[in-house]
Every structure is written in C-alpha cells, then in structure tokens.
C-alpha cells in the first residue's frame, strides 16, 4: 500500500472552502472526482486543513493511500487532466504509511492580503481584501510582535468554534507594504476557527485608532471575543505554506 502526498494550490473565489458540504460546491468534491477518475476507486483523502469559502490556497497538501503504481510524475499531470483551471496539482510524493495531510502538520503559515488603493480595482475584487483607510504597516508589525508565543487564543476564534484546545503557539507575524498591498504573515503550530481573519480585524481596528496601542496583550490573556477586532473578510486569506 502507498500513501501519497499531493501538493495542490486553487482558488478559491468559486467554492465554498475545502470540506465537502451537501449543499455546496468545494475543493475537496472537486479533487475527489478527479482522484476517482485517475485511481478508478474511491479513496479516502486526507486534507491538510479546512479553508473557509472564498479563501485561497498557494499550497495545499492531502495524503491517500492506494496499491495503484502510478508514478508520481503522472499523477500530477493526470490529475490535472480532470481538475478545473482554478485548481492546479504541483507535485505528488511517496511519504512513510503513518504520513496524515493533517496530524503529521509541524506548522502553518497564512497570508492575509490588502489592496490600500485610494480606489477599488475590479481586477483584485476576488484576491485582496480592499481597505481604503491608510495603513501604516511599520506600526502594525510592531504591533503584531504580541501575538508570537504560546497563548490561549479564544479571543481570535469565531463563536461557531467546537474546538476544546484553544491553546496555539504563533512563532512568527509580520505586517509588510509592498506599493499598494499590505501582507500580514503569521506561521503557527495550528489555527482556531477564523483566527487570522480576527487577527487581521484586530490590528485594522488598531490601525483606526478603535483599540489602543498596546492592548493586544490585554486581550490575548482576556480570552474573550468581544474584545478583539472585526473578522477581516475571507477574500483576502491564503494558506500559504505547510510544513511537516
């Protein structure tokens, strides 16, 4: 029996996140489809994470095992036969059978992405969360350095969350400007339900003056959601890299 590793990356503008639903279109139902054509059987895919609809993935990856002998280098290109243009196969690898897409996780990193133009642009409408309010993105690193450590993070976690452990240790966040855009960064050990997203909300509302300078301490150790940010909305959030 091999276990493989496949590393994909979509878009996610069209689907309802990756989990399949019984009334939505999303990734997962998409790939399956195509990894039943290829392996003419239906094999239980394990993903790497759950992504909210509309958000993106540069590099997603999900393990299955299978006794088809398949080369690797074919997989990816048959895959991709029967995969729409928004989702792209990269590579697929051979990986020790106790590999799991999710549990063998080391860390993760997002990227949550902001167009600061003056004026909206229809061509970043589906990638980049358009916010018109001047960034200062030196003070929002700044910032941002509370968030790194070992912490409770209920306050960062949406409501609808069922997670017990709401304990993440954030290794690194860093708030750049490249011309227009601003690029918030943050690599965990895991995320909470919609934790970027309230993480960027949160410094935006520091940006605005509406929560003060400082305070992310405070509302870290509070643990509670009421007194963080705005949930930044999910156009502009990629999953950006896996490690294991």
Not at 18 to 34: D, R, S
Not at 92 to 109: G, I, L, N, T
Not at 118 to 141: G, M, Q, S, T, W
């Amino acid at each position: 029996m091999r276990n493989l590793l496949v590393v994909l990356g979509y878009d996610g503008s069209s689907y309802h996140g990756w989990q399949i639903q019984k009334n939505a279109l999303t990734v997962q139902e998409i790939f399956q489809n195509a990894v039943k054509k290829v392996f003419h059987a239906d094999i239980d895919i394990k993903g790497c994470s759950r992504t909210d609809s509309g958000v993106h993935a540069v590099k997603y990856c999900v393990s299955f095992k299978t006794d088809n002998k398949i080369k690797c280098e074919n997989v990816v290109l048959a895959l991709n036969t029967y995969l729409p243009k928004n989702i792209s196969v990269f590579d697929c690898r051979e990986m020790p059978c106790d590999f799991h897409a999710r549990y063998s996780v080391k860390s993760k990193r997002y990227v949550y992405k902001i167009y600061n133009g003056r004026i909206r642009n229809p061509f970043y409408e589906k990638y980049a969360y358009h916010y018109k309010f001047p960034v200062d993105a030196e003070y929002l690193n700044r910032e941002s350095q509370a968030f790194v450590g070992t912490y409770d993070f209920s306050a960062f976690c949406s409501s609808r969350s069922q997670v017990e452990n709401t304990v993440r240790t954030v290794e690194d966040f860093s708030v750049t400007r490249k011309g227009d855009f601003v690029y918030f960064s943050v690599c965990a050990d895991g995320f909470l339900y919609n934790m970027v997203r309230i993480m960027v909300g949160t410094l935006l509302f520091i940006n605005e003056g509406k929560i003060e300078s400082g305070a992310l301490k405070q509302i870290i150790m509070a643990a509670n959601r009421k007194n963080a940010g705005k949930t930044a909305p999910p156009q502009g959030l990629y999953l950006y890299d896996v490690n294991y």
